[in-house]
């Protein structure tokens, strides 16, 4: 189905609410915009909801540069509902657009950039959103047509009850790969390369493996080892896993659990222990976490995924990729240490394997300036088969 677009041109506000975000304090205001001689421009962002709060760092006019010597372009602030705001006084940046696609039935957000060159979809991990991906959108839609989805169940997806499927599981590594590939198909309409972080790594290997002739390559930014896996526990606990996991499920203690870990500080303490550069774990980045957690159904499939113990694991689903496969790691990951992701390398499938030094777990957000480069090189590499497979089909068609 067509996708229907929901970007909001930056000339017609109507009802939506401006935040100011200073270093000092925030306002509110709605309607009646001004911004005090204290902010400059890139500080204004606008919010869905009156309660949707974004912290922009005031220092946003920069240059970085990645330890390839590449520079990787001013950062750019791209705001809700596709509106994006250049910190560059004048020079043209490229929006990003946030849409909806109707898929079986579900809504789903992901949000999207640029016209020309290879497609990249980027893929996020558990509890997090596309907004994870808001440093680097912009950046690679300078040369590629870039989408960055949320998967069914997180982000500003729709978020079905897992309680209605009965005894299916429906949050599943199969369920969030036929998305993907189905997403491909209708929206990108091409073949893609999918960029990956945690989770969303064993998403991407498994959409390869149900439909390999999709998939270009795939970029696996530390990948979840799935260490909670019941292959991965003694024999002996693994009933006890299990009548955990249905206390969790089926009692108030799931939702205590829930409710404790949803709140501002929570969320910023989780994100502190995950990135070794806790400067970046600012007001902005919990939020986007935080507010799709906190709507209609979020709680549902929060408490169902961190009891799903079953599924692929990454090194069943590596020997089964026909693609090429390049694996980057931040090498200060206390969920997924290096020492272990560094067996992914001996798979015929991984190219590469590259470390992200003094990075932690989400290396997309933490350190664009060096993830950025990296998918741009790994792109180039292979995108040009994908066009000269992409003119074999045309004139065959």
Not at 190 to 196: D, L, Q, R, V
Not at 343 to 361: I, Q, R
Request: hydrophobic share 35%; glycine share 6%; charged share 20%.
């Amino acid at each position: 189905m067509a996708s229907t677009s929901t970007v909001m041109p930056f000339s017609k506000l109507n009802n939506k609410y401006l935040f100011l975000c200073p270093s000092s304090q925030r306002g509110i205001q709605k309607n009646n915009i001004s911004t005090p001689p204290s902010l400059n421009f890139s500080q204004v962002v606008l919010g869905r909801k009156p309660n949707k709060l974004y912290g922009i760092n005031s220092n946003s006019r920069f240059a970085v540069f990645s330890r390839f010597n590449d520079p990787i372009d001013e950062k750019s602030l791209v705001l809700d509902d596709g509106v994006s705001i250049s910190s560059n006084n004048g020079s043209s940046q490229l929006q990003v657009h946030s849409s909806m696609w109707k898929w079986r039935g579900y809504s789903i957000r992901y949000q999207h950039a640029g016209t020309s060159g290879p497609a990249l979809v980027l893929i996020h991990g558990f509890g997090a959103n596309s907004d994870h991906w808001r440093k680097n959108i912009s950046v690679l839609a300078k040369s590629h047509r870039v989408y960055s989805i949320d998967l069914i169940g997180y982000g500003y997806s729709e978020k079905p009850n897992p309680r209605q499927f009965g005894d299916t599981s429906f949050y599943t590594f199969e369920t969030w790969a036929t998305q993907l590939n189905e997403f491909c198909k209708e929206v990108v309409k091409n073949e893609a390369f999918f960029i990956c972080n945690s989770i969303g790594g064993v998403v991407g290997l498994q959409a390869e493996i149900m439909e390999p002739s999709i998939c270009k390559g795939i970029m696996l930014l530390n990948i979840s080892l799935r260490m909670l896996h019941i292959k991965k526990q003694p024999w002996f606990a693994r009933p006890f896993i299990r009548s955990f996991q249905n206390l969790l499920r089926n009692t108030a203690i799931g939702q205590y659990f829930f409710k404790t870990v949803a709140t501002p500080e929570a969320v910023r303490n989780i994100l502190s222990q995950c990135y070794h550069d806790t400067s970046q774990v600012t007001d902005e980045l919990v939020q986007s976490i935080l507010l799709p957690g906190l709507e209609p159904g979020a709680r549902d499939v929060f408490l169902e995924f961190i009891c799903y113990s079953g599924g692929p694991l990454p090194e069943e689903l590596l020997p089964r990729v026909k693609c090429p496969v390049l694996i980057g790691w931040g090498d200060k990951d206390p969920w997924e240490p290096i020492e272990l992701g560094r067996a992914y390398k001996n798979f015929d499938s991984v190219e590469d394997f590259v470390v992200l030094p003094n990075v932690g777990h989400c290396p997309q957000d933490e350190a664009p300036n060096l993830v950025n480069p990296l998918v741009k090189s790994f792109v180039a590499r292979h995108a040009t088969s994908s066009t000269a497979n992409l003119a074999s089909k045309t004139a065959s068609s």
